[in-house]
């Protein structure tokens, strides 16, 4: 995270001055201690600008000789020096001249000198004088009045040494235990928030983090996600922006001497924080350089997915695909607990706000929540955009979008006629031969054939969808035991697994039908495979009834969405596909869409 400091040339010393920029540079992560800045008139000094306010100069609104006018800043003494934040400023104009006057930097032993003239309606008469003696800081000095005391949480760094924070906890961290020579350790994060829509990372380490974090045993004063607070004590340092996706450049690291207060909630600090980015601009931004916040329809998604990181973690994520009224739709990824979201809270094209996303050029451009300080709201009632989102997806407008994401992930673009696969572009175009990812396509075609054979489901556990094992010692008693985990039950939930051949006009392949609720559920009219295997059970074995209705969907024709990858088995790879979406076709749509589809060929 880098900071552009502004050399200013200061006309007044007034709550709001308003100054021309010398010359603009970068000072890397932390405000420059080398320059200095007085209070007197007509001086010029470095005055370090506020991260959030880079864009400024960024984009050329603010270059070298722009007369700005300082809104919100705050002082701070620092080895008998001082130097001046810029928090907030105003754009009063570029001036025709260049470089107003002949700055000097300022000698605190000097004469002082008139003030120079500054085109502004209230500027001091000429000659008028002002006092050379700089004040003494006593801590930060700010323009606005905070509330009850309260320092914005724009205006903590490291050189303010008295400061009291007044938020909401939108986070709070799983706690992290590590153990290695020099001894055992926790770690737990927070995510703050003030009125001020700023947001500040705190970190709580080994005794501090047992005392607060609400899943310890050993917690005496539980933190609460959605909690009001105050913090007061705390060491700030400059933020690992690697790490940190907050808006603050800094983070706080509480330790025993820090003092927590929980307080009453007056509703000043709202529930979630952010900057709404419209979705094709993404397809312009640099990777990496900044977290954005989407708000959008979701147009499809994954089912959420488990596997073991290089460092032998589990790491869970789902994907999804977002779309908004810009026209443009892209493939976002959520990572810890905001992947276990229920699959039915993303059915039927709900509107997600999704926040503090990183950039990716991984698969085109493609988003990646945080695995801490990330918010994902469904329908957001609080966000006055999600009424635009709603009319221009009711209108129609989703149903032509520009994808930013390429196939790689997710469920696979809207379906579309030129979007759709053939089963024999499968092997012809490679699809699904990464070894690192899945690919997911949409296709048409019949199910010609479903094995019957004993293999169409399996006992699962309820929580982990894992392979149950019957325990046989205890005869029909007998639990069933997740060998996993060692969680028993008395009886399993049975899930489809159904291996079925599916054609089309191009080929013919093999693919499997998994999870209870959705894919192969959908092929039997919502007949679960509980239901299907009481009825056996009810039959005294007798598989004919079960069989019928497996093999009731022979010969139909069904729009899916394939799920294809490689994986290893005895050293050599195989290719597989499973059928992650099933959807009944409507021939009155089906064909506008083939008329659609000639329409756009005879162009």
């Avoid at 933020?239 to 003092?259: L, Q």
């Avoid at 708000?295 to 977002?322: P, Y």
Wanted: with cysteine.
């Amino acid at each position: 995270m880098q900071r552009l400091t502004l050399f200013l040339f200061l006309s007044l010393f007034l709550p709001h001055p308003t100054t021309s920029v010398f010359v603009l540079f970068p000072t890397g992560p932390a405000p420059p201690l080398q320059h200095s800045q007085t209070t007197h008139l007509s001086k010029n000094s470095s005055q370090p600008l506020a991260t959030q306010l880079n864009n400024l100069v960024e984009d050329g609104t603010i270059k070298e000789h722009t007369i700005i006018k300082v809104t919100d800043h705050m002082t701070n003494g620092i080895n008998g020096r001082k130097i001046m934040i810029v928090l907030g400023c105003e754009i009063i104009g570029q001036p025709s001249t260049g470089k107003i006057g002949q700055p000097k930097r300022f000698d605190p032993n000097a004469t002082p000198a008139a003030p120079v003239a500054v085109p502004q309606a209230n500027a001091p008469a000429p000659g008028q004088s002002y006092s050379a003696t700089p004040k003494v800081s006593r801590g930060p000095s700010v323009s606005r009045s905070p509330d009850m005391g309260c320092t914005p949480i724009m205006q903590i760094n490291p050189y303010a040494n008295r400061w009291k924070i007044k938020g909401r906890i939108t986070d709070i961290t799983k706690m992290k235990t590590w153990s290695n020579a020099r001894g055992d350790g926790k770690l737990m994060s927070v995510t703050i928030l003030d009125k001020h829509g700023d947001d500040i990372k705190g970190t709580f380490f080994n005794d501090t983090a047992a005392k607060y974090h609400p899943d310890d045993p050993g917690c005496t004063q539980r933190l609460e996600k959605g909690g009001m607070y105050t913090f007061t004590g705390g060491r700030v340092k400059v933020a690992n922006a690697k790490w940190n996706s907050c808006r603050s450049e800094y983070e706080i690291s509480f330790n025993n001497n820090c003092e927590i207060v929980q307080v009453q909630d007056d509703g000043g600090v709202q529930k979630v924080s952010y900057d709404r980015c419209m979705i094709d601009r993404i397809e312009n931004m640099e990777p990496g350089a900044r977290s954005v916040d989407i708000l959008g329809v979701v147009m499809d998604f994954q089912a959420h997915s488990t596997f073991t990181s290089k460092k032998g973690n589990e790491v869970t994520k789902r994907e999804l695909t977002v779309a908004d009224e810009s026209g443009a739709s892209i493939r976002a990824t959520l990572w810890g607990d905001l992947a276990f979201t229920p699959d039915a809270s993303f059915e039927n094209n709900p509107i997600v706000l999704i926040t503090k996303c990183k950039i990716s050029d991984y698969g085109g451009r493609t988003l990646s929540s945080a695995f801490s300080g990330s918010a994902l709201e469904f329908n957001p009632d609080f966000a006055p955009e999600m009424s635009d989102v709603q009319g221009w997806h009711a209108s129609g407008g989703s149903n032509n979008v520009k994808g930013l994401s390429t196939s790689g992930g997710g469920t696979g673009a809207k379906d579309s006629i030129e979007r759709r696969k053939r089963l024999v572009d499968i092997d012809d175009e490679n699809i699904g031969e990464d070894a690192e990812k899945a690919n997911f396509i949409n296709v048409k075609a019949y199910v010609t054939f479903v094995k019957t054979d004993g293999n169409w489901c399996y006992p699962a556990d309820p929580e982990t969808r894992k392979k149950l094992t019957e325990d046989q010692s205890a005869g029909t008693n007998g639990m069933w035991r997740n060998e996993g985990t060692g969680a028993e039950y008395e009886k399993p939930d049975w899930s489809y697994c159904v291996n079925m051949k599916i054609e089309d006009y191009t080929g013919v392949k093999y693919a499997m039908a998994f999870n209870k609720d959705t894919q192969a559920k959908a092929f039997y009219n919502g007949v679960t495979a509980n239901e299907l295997k009481k009825m056996e059970e009810d039959a005294d074995g007798d598989t004919t009834e079960s069989h019928k209705l497996l093999e009731s969907i022979h010969f139909k024709q069904y729009k899916l969405v394939l799920m294809v990858s490689t994986s290893t088995h005895e050293d050599e790879p195989r290719k597989g596909c499973k059928i992650f979406k099933v959807e009944e076709i409507n021939y009155v749509d089906e064909c506008q869409k083939l008329l659609e589809a000639i329409d756009l060929y005879d162009q």
